[in-house]
């Protein structure tokens, strides 16, 4: 069974940062590319950022572009994204979400992804 659980949420002032980790079981992830969602009450879950399998290559939401980074060891079958200058509309549920579709590049698009995780609360205060 495959199981992806994401970890590091939390409450924080904005200006601050967060480190989320997202751990997979049940597969080894080198055949996966990887990304970040986030969804906040009464509005459909939206792209935040993803990595290639090799971790090459990397892409970013528009919004949190310049203050997010998006990161994975495969030997550790962990992807993390560091978030950095944090405001009060990046609160929401944070998903970590594995993609194992064949080929070397990445999806923006949250039907294109196999495997997530139930997420983790970040909030961020004013």
């Known amino acids: 069974q495959v199981q992806l659980v994401e970890s590091g949420g939390g409450l924080v002032q904005a200006g601050g940062s967060l480190l989320l980790s997202c751990v997979i079981f049940?597969?080894?992830?080198?055949?996966?590319?990887m990304g970040w969602f986030r969804q906040t009450p009464g509005k459909e879950r939206e792209f935040v950022a993803a990595?290639?399998?090799?971790?090459?290559?990397?892409d970013y939401a528009d919004s949190v572009k310049g203050r997010f980074t998006i990161s994975r060891d495969n030997t550790k079958n962990t992807v993390w994204m560091q978030m950095n200058s944090l405001n009060p509309e990046d609160t929401a549920v944070y998903f970590c979400?594995?993609?194992?579709?064949?080929?070397?590049?990445?999806?923006?698009?949250?039907?294109?992804?196999?495997?997530w995780g139930r997420g983790t609360q970040v909030t961020v205060s004013s």
């Open positions: 979400a594995a993609d194992s579709a064949p080929g070397y590049s990445f999806s923006t698009h949250e039907n294109d992804y196999d495997y």
């Open positions: 990595i290639t399998k090799s971790g090459r290559n990397t």
């Open positions: 049940g597969r080894p992830i080198t055949g996966d590319a």
